[in-house]
Each structure stands twice: as C-alpha cells, then as structure tokens.
C-alpha cells in the first residue's frame, strides 16, 4: 500500500508566480489535511478536506491560497502571487475514512522557495 | 484555543543515555495525543499515541503516558541509540464534537542528536 504522495518534492518560484502543490492520499483514505512547517518552526495547520468539500479552513491565510480535493485526483494547494513568506515545507496528511479511526499519515512534504 | 509546549532544544546525548522531552497541552476536553518523529528531509512519521487519561503509548523502546491531572505526555527512552537524532514533535487532536476536532495541533518540535 503506496503511502501518501506528494508533488513536486522541491519548488522554486519567483514572487509574483503561482505554486501549484499536489497530494495523493493512501488509497481507501478520504480525508486530507495541509499543513505549513516554516523554517524552525512545527507544523501548522492550514485546511482539512474531504472529497469536494473543505470542512475546515480555519487555518488558511485569507489571501492568495486556495485548497481543493475533487471527486477524482489529487488534492491541490495553490498558492497565487507567491511572497517570500510562503517559503516552507507544506506537508499533506490523509486518514481513513472509519469512524473512530483518524490517524493522520503525512507525505514527504514539497518545499517551496520563493526567490 | 488548543496549544502544545514541548520542552525547548536542542537535545544532545551519548548513546545509551536516558531520554526524556516534556510535552503539556491546553485542550477542552479529553483531546487524543500523539508524538511524531521527523528524520531529516522527509515527512513525519507517527511514533506513538493515547487515546485517554492513563493510556500508555509505546514504540521501539519509546514510551508516553497520557497523564490528565498534569495535562502532559512527556516522551521517554531508556537507551537512546544514534538512529534516534531526529526532530520529535509533540501534537494533539482534538475531541469528536469540538471544533477543532480532525485537525493536529504540534509544539514546536525538540531536536535530538544522540552522538557515539
């Protein structure tokens, strides 16, 4: 069983560019989360999503990020007008769809450089 | 809202010696905790967990007991090995029902270096 799949593994983007980050969940897993780890720093929390719906977004930053998980494919994070802020490895974990069972499995993480 | 504090790094060791990183927690409720390991340039990997109060999570010689009354799950190994430097990372989730409920909430993460 594939682990979770995240792509591309390094991104380099001018400010001012879009960043495209994709993740493939485990297979069998409905449930995606996005988190931001900058530099030094934990993880943080950005949106949690099922299949076509963002349960909970609380943590995405207003502006110029947006997070979708569609019926078929991966799930995206697309970062618009990227600033050197964005720099950081944005992680994806997925987790089954069983009630009572909600183990978050985490992707090797794409790090994004804004130069 | 929910927060984790682990004990601040880094961490240095001989091998053989005895681990231990602090980890507290603010949570309502009765969150489930987890300790993740990140080794350098991958992704974190889950190392223990605990459900409920008293629960002890285990996991190649690491141990964490769910302790209610002190709100903490300090992370603990009795002989550390060099394949155990790495990051280590504290996190909680919040109960069914809450609002935060689905999503982690990590510390700030502990640096481990274990040398020969």
């Known amino acids: 069983n594939a682990g979770v799949m995240q792509n591309p593994r390094h991104l380099v983007r001018r400010r001012g560019q879009e960043a495209r980050l994709r993740c493939s969940p485990m297979?069998?897993?409905?449930?995606v989360y996005w988190y931001r780890q900058l530099p030094e720093e934990g993880l943080k929390f950005m949106v949690y999503?099922?299949?076509?719906?963002?349960?909970?977004e609380s943590g995405m930053p207003k502006e110029r990020f947006s997070a979708e998980f569609p019926k078929e494919g991966p799930s995206i994070l697309r970062i618009q007008q990227v600033v050197r802020g964005d720099s950081a490895a944005y992680f994806c974990?997925?987790?089954?769809?069983?009630?009572?069972?909600?183990?978050?499995?985490f992707g090797p993480g794409t790090r994004l450089t804004v130069t | 809202g929910d927060s984790v504090t682990q004990m601040e790094g880094p961490v240095t060791l001989s091998e053989e010696a005895f681990l231990t990183i602090n980890c507290t927690y603010t949570?309502?409720?009765?969150?489930?905790l987890f300790w993740y390991v990140q080794y350098p340039g991958e992704g974190l990997q889950l190392l223990l967990k605990?459900?409920?109060?008293?629960d002890k999570g285990s996991n190649k010689g690491f141990e964490a007991t769910y302790r209610k009354e002190t709100t903490s799950f300090h992370l603990e190994k009795g002989s550390v090995q060099v394949s155990d430097s790495a990051v280590y990372f504290c996190a909680l989730r919040g109960n069914a029902g809450g609002t935060s409920y689905g999503k982690l909430t990590f510390g700030q993460g502990t640096i481990l270096t274990v040398h020969p």
């Open positions: 297979k069998g897993h409905s449930h």
């Open positions: 605990a459900t409920k109060a008293d």
């Open positions: 999503l099922q299949k076509e719906n963002i349960i909970d």
């Open positions: 949570a309502t409720g009765y969150p489930s």
């Open positions: 974990a997925s987790s089954p769809v069983q009630r009572g069972t909600y183990e978050q499995y």
